[in-house]
Each structure stands twice: as structure tokens, then as C-alpha cells.
């Protein structure tokens, strides 16, 4: 059974092609800076947003018209597995991500759930076995269930607490089997509503007991998987404890956690974060913690987390330059689409193209950021800007060879000097004409 009407695998056309069901510049066989966009990209459909989702809203029931959804219970769950990967075959993407509640529904106790995800992630491992498919992460859902009303490694509740461990132990087991090449740890409610109510340091010391335990059982089953933590601020929790790639870099490093993880940053969380998403990337660039990227954007005219497709080719330019200036590039991670069609894209071939804007946007970025790389456009603006580092008292400071003695000394000198322009605006119009041309 088809649930795409039969469509067949996408092609690239180039940017001339007025082809809807076309790539415009997602070339995967295309040699950029020595690797192929393929092997740059790595891209991944969100199983949550693609397959479960219905399209409903605080404000209205489900809009997306699904065959799939004809099915429920566990003939529902084996559905969405098939369609799962027509859509990966014909968008001629390598890689998926699910959490363990999109795959398989709870049952009533947790043996019988854990019972229903055995059979579902059987057939998973049977269709990646026929078509070469790859899970580039899993997680496990900890936040939709009442039960995680208070949290789930920092909640209130020891029973809860234990229940979550069992759940991450059973998701980890799934990942050594299916290969899957990260696991995702995403705290939606491991955050505090009020501080009236909150004992933080106990919360924050548990969670960091709860990643302790699954570094250790992890490493028991010999999973080498890259563990992976998705900062956000905000939603469902008021405040969440991985704020930002900062704020989650501290608690890592406080918690002797950072041998074990990397970050997984979505662009739509940076902006709630009140960052943009190249900060993030930059954040976690230059402090060797990005891992991995889930690839959306948010409106900005709305506060919350939108999760729309990314068409913005400033962003993903600058994302890509990030990522490209890692040190191994994406690494074991890629670019998963953690994207919905709007509720008014209702229709199955709205998930083609929505995928194809999402790719096309990113391996245009690539592009760009590619040949702002080669042309060393940002290199030439920070070697300019920062010259006053490279000789005299500058090098001096650099070198560690300054202290305050030394520093007052030269400043009594009385040397005149002259502060250089920033030329934002102009350095903007660059990037312009580089996302236009390259």
C-alpha cells in the first residue's frame, strides 16, 4: 500500500526547475569541500511531527488528512512505520529519529508497553535492513504522560523517578539494536514552574545522577551511541533547566558529565532563548559540544515554538558555516527536520515539498557557507578587527606574558588611539551577495 499515491523518488533539477516535486539545490552527490551533501547533511525525518502528528492546536482538532490513520492501537503503530519509510525512499534521505511513545502506544502496565515498542521496533529493524535506512537518534518521550507532571529525572516523586529510569534503560537497549548513532536526552518537564515549591539543587543533583546511570548502562549493553542533550528554555516548562548550549554546557561541566555528551541545537529553541541559532552553534563550536542539529525555525512574531520548516537561507547559511568550521563537520549527528507542515498543509504531498524546502534550504546554505569558507570572508574581517592582538602589548596578552603591572605601565604612556569601524552593516550586504551568487 502506497500512502504517497505512488510518488517517486525526488530528483535534483537545479535551480531552473519549476518542478514542485524537485530538489532546486540539494545535489546529494555534489563534492563540496570534500565530502559529498550527503555526507555533509546527513538528513533525518522527525517521526513525531511527520507520521503521529494530526495537526490539531490548542484551538482545534486534527486537520492533517493521513491514510494511515484509519488504523488504531498497534495496527496504527505498524502503519506509520511504512509510511515512515515510502517517505524516506522517495525524499532519498538516510536518516530518521523517534522517540519510543511515536512508535508504539502505551499499554496498561509497563511490561505490556514495553511488549508493544518489541514488535514495533522489529519491523522498524526489518525495513532498515531491506532499504539501508539509518536511525540517526532516539529518545525517549518523558513528558506527555501524566505521570511526568512534576518531571521526570528531577521530579518530586521517587516512584516517577525509577519508572523513567526503566523507560530510558528500555530506549537504550532499542537504540544498540536498531545501530542508532545518538541518543537524545530532551528535558520538556525537567524545569520548575515556581521556586516556592522547588528544591533546584536537589533536582539538578538527580538529573545529573539519572545521566550518570545511563552513561554507566550504556557503556554495560555496549552502546557507543553519542549521547546528545537538546537545550530549551522554555515550553512545556516555564523554565527549563537546559536553558541554552551555555547554561547545559555548565551543568555538563559541573556534574563531570562532558566527556559523555555533546549538544543536539534546534534553531527554533535558540530564538526562544532569545539567541539566534548561530550563537548557539558558535557556543558549542568553540567549546567542542556540537553534536548534532535539529533543523526548524520559529516565527518571530510569535513567542513560542513553531517548529516550521526552514526556508531562511540567512540562517542556514550561517548555520552551515558553523558546522563546516567544526572540527569533523556534522559528525555522528545530521540535520533532522524536527519540522511540521502548517495545519493548513493538510494534504500527504504538503510533507514533500515542506522536506524539500527544508533540504534545498540547507544545501544552499551549505553552498554559501562553503565559499564564504574559501574565500575567507569573516577570516579577513576578524584578522583586520582583531589586529591589535597579533603584535606588541597585544600579543603580550595573548601570549599570557601581560599582568596589571605591565598593562598600567603602557597605559601611562598616554599612546593616542583610534577605534576602527564594525561595518556591520556593510559585512551584512556581503553575506547578501553571497547568498545571491555563490
Given at each position: 500500500m502506497?500512502y504517497?499515491?505512488?510518488?517517486?523518488?525526488?530528483?535534483?533539477?537545479?535551480?531552473?526547475?519549476?518542478n514542485?516535486?524537485a530538489?532546486?539545490f540539494?545535489?546529494?552527490?555534489?563534492?563540496i569541500?570534500g565530502?559529498t551533501?550527503?555526507?555533509?547533511?546527513?538528513?533525518?525525518?522527525?517521526?513525531?511531527?511527520?507520521?503521529?502528528?494530526?495537526?490539531?492546536?490548542?484551538?482545534?482538532?486534527?486537520?492533517?488528512?493521513r491514510?494511515?490513520?484509519?488504523?488504531?492501537?498497534?495496527?496504527?503503530?505498524?502503519?506509520?512505520?511504512d509510511?515512515?519509510?515510502?517517505?524516506?525512499?522517495?525524499?532519498?534521505?538516510?536518516y530518521?529519529?523517534?522517540?519510543?511513545?511515536?512508535?508504539a502506544?502505551?499499554?496498561?502496565?509497563?511490561?505490556?508497553?514495553?511488549?508493544?515498542?518489541?514488535?514495533?521496533?522489529?519491523?522498524?529493524?526489518q525495513?532498515?535492513?531491506?532499504?539501508?535506512?539509518?536511525?540517526?537518534?532516539?529518545?525517549?518521550n518523558?513528558?506527555?504522560?501524566?505521570?511526568f507532571?512534576?518531571?521526570?529525572?528531577?521530579?518530586?516523586?521517587?516512584?516517577?523517578?525509577?519508572?523513567?529510569?526503566?523507560?530510558?534503560?528500555k530506549?537504550?537497549?532499542?537504540?544498540?539494536?536498531?545501530?542508532?548513532?545518538?541518543?537524545?536526552?530532551?528535558?520538556?518537564?525537567?524545569?520548575?514552574?515556581?521556586?516556592?515549591?522547588?528544591?533546584?539543587?536537589?533536582e539538578?543533583?538527580?538529573?545529573?545522577?539519572?545521566?550518570?546511570?545511563?552513561?554507566d548502562?550504556a557503556?554495560?549493553?555496549?552502546?557507543?551511541?553519542?549521547?546528545?542533550?537538546e537545550?530549551?528554555?522554555?515550553?512545556?516548562?516555564?523554565h527549563?533547566?537546559?536553558?541554552?548550549?551555555a547554561?547545559?554546557?555548565s551543568?555538563l561541566q559541573?556534574?563531570?558529565l562532558?566527556?559523555?555528551?555533546?549538544?543536539?541545537l534546534?534553531?527554533?529553541?535558540a530564538?526562544?532563548?532569545?539567541?539566534?541559532?548561530?550563537?548557539?552553534?558558535?557556543?558549542?563550536?568553540?567549546n567542542?559540544?556540537?553534536g548534532?542539529?535539529?533543523?526548524?525555525?520559529?516565527?518571530?512574531l510569535l513567542?513560542?515554538?513553531?517548529?516550521?520548516?526552514?526556508t531562511d537561507?540567512y540562517?542556514?547559511?550561517?548555520?552551515?558555516?558553523e558546522?563546516?568550521?567544526n572540527?569533523?563537520?556534522i559528525?555522528?549527528?545530521?540535520?533532522?527536520?524536527?519540522?511540521?507542515?502548517?495545519?493548513?498543509?493538510?494534504?500527504?504531498?504538503?510533507?514533500?515539498?515542506?522536506?524539500?524546502?527544508?533540504?534545498d534550504?540547507?544545501?544552499?546554505?551549505?553552498q554559501?557557507?562553503?565559499?564564504?569558507?574559501?574565500d575567507?570572508?569573516?577570516?579577513n574581517?576578524?584578522?583586520?578587527?582583531?589586529?591589535?592582538?597579533?603584535?606588541?602589548?597585544g600579543a603580550?596578552?595573548?601570549?599570557?606574558?601581560?599582568?596589571?603591572?605591565?598593562?598600567?605601565?603602557?597605559?601611562?604612556?598616554?599612546?593616542?588611539?583610534?577605534?576602527?569601524?564594525?561595518?556591520?552593516?556593510?559585512?551584512?550586504?556581503?553575506?547578501?551577495?553571497y547568498?545571491i551568487?555563490?
Amino acid at each position: 500500500m502506497s500512502y504517497f499515491n505512488q510518488q517517486s523518488k525526488i530528483q535534483y533539477e537545479g535551480k531552473q526547475s519549476n518542478n514542485p516535486l524537485a530538489f532546486k539545490f540539494y545535489n546529494p552527490d555534489q563534492v563540496i569541500l570534500g565530502k559529498t551533501m550527503r555526507e555533509h547533511l546527513r538528513f533525518g525525518v522527525a517521526y513525531w511531527h511527520s507520521f503521529s502528528a494530526n495537526g490539531s492546536d490548542p484551538f482545534g482538532a486534527g486537520t492533517y488528512a493521513r491514510s494511515w490513520d484509519q488504523y488504531s492501537g498497534m495496527d496504527l503503530a505498524k502503519a506509520r512505520v511504512d509510511a515512515c519509510f515510502e517517505l524516506l525512499n522517495i525524499l532519498d534521505v538516510d536518516y530518521f529519529c523517534f522517540h519510543d511513545r511515536d512508535i508504539a502506544p502505551e499499554g496498561n502496565t509497563l511490561q505490556e508497553t514495553n511488549e508493544n515498542l518489541d514488535v514495533v521496533v522489529g519491523l522498524i529493524e526489518q525495513q532498515m535492513k531491506a532499504t539501508g535506512k539509518k536511525l540517526l537518534w532516539n529518545t525517549a518521550n518523558m513528558f506527555t504522560n501524566p505521570r511526568f507532571v512534576h518531571g521526570a529525572a528531577t521530579t518530586s516523586n521517587a516512584d516517577v523517578y525509577a519508572y523513567a529510569a526503566a523507560q530510558v534503560k528500555k530506549a537504550l537497549e532499542h537504540g544498540k539494536r536498531l545501530g542508532s548513532e545518538n541518543y537524545v536526552f530532551w528535558g520538556g518537564r525537567e524545569g520548575y514552574e515556581s521556586l516556592l515549591n522547588t528544591d533546584l539543587g536537589l533536582e539538578l543533583d538527580n538529573l545529573a545522577r539519572f545521566l550518570h546511570m545511563a552513561v554507566d548502562y550504556a557503556k554495560e549493553i555496549g552502546f557507543d551511541a553519542q549521547f546528545l542533550i537538546e537545550p530549551k528554555p522554555k515550553e512545556p516548562s516555564k523554565h527549563q533547566y537546559d536553558f541554552d548550549a551555555a547554561t547545559a554546557l555548565s551543568f555538563l561541566q559541573k556534574y563531570d558529565l562532558l566527556p559523555h555528551f555533546k549538544l543536539n541545537l534546534e534553531a527554533n529553541h535558540a530564538t526562544l532563548a532569545g539567541h539566534t541559532f548561530e550563537h548557539e552553534l558558535r557556543v558549542s563550536r568553540i567549546n567542542g559540544v556540537l553534536g548534532s542539529i535539529d533543523a526548524n525555525q520559529g516565527d518571530m512574531l510569535l513567542g513560542w515554538d513553531t517548529d516550521e520548516f526552514p526556508t531562511d537561507l540567512y540562517s542556514t547559511s550561517l548555520a552551515m558555516y558553523e558546522i563546516l568550521l567544526n572540527e569533523g563537520g556534522i559528525g555522528r549527528g545530521g540535520v533532522n527536520f524536527d519540522a511540521k507542515v502548517r495545519r493548513s498543509s493538510f494534504e500527504p504531498v504538503d510533507l514533500i515539498h515542506s522536506h524539500i524546502a527544508g533540504m534545498d534550504s540547507f544545501a544552499r546554505g551549505l553552498q554559501v557557507a562553503a565559499k564564504l569558507i574559501e574565500d575567507r570572508v569573516f577570516e579577513n574581517i576578524l584578522d583586520d578587527r582583531y589586529a591589535s592582538f597579533k603584535t606588541g602589548i597585544g600579543a603580550d596578552i595573548v601570549a599570557g606574558k601581560a599582568n596589571f603591572h605591565t598593562l598600567e605601565a603602557y597605559a601611562l604612556q598616554n599612546k593616542s588611539y583610534e577605534s576602527k569601524s564594525g561595518r556591520i552593516e556593510l559585512i551584512r550586504s556581503i553575506v547578501n551577495q553571497y547568498i545571491i551568487n555563490a
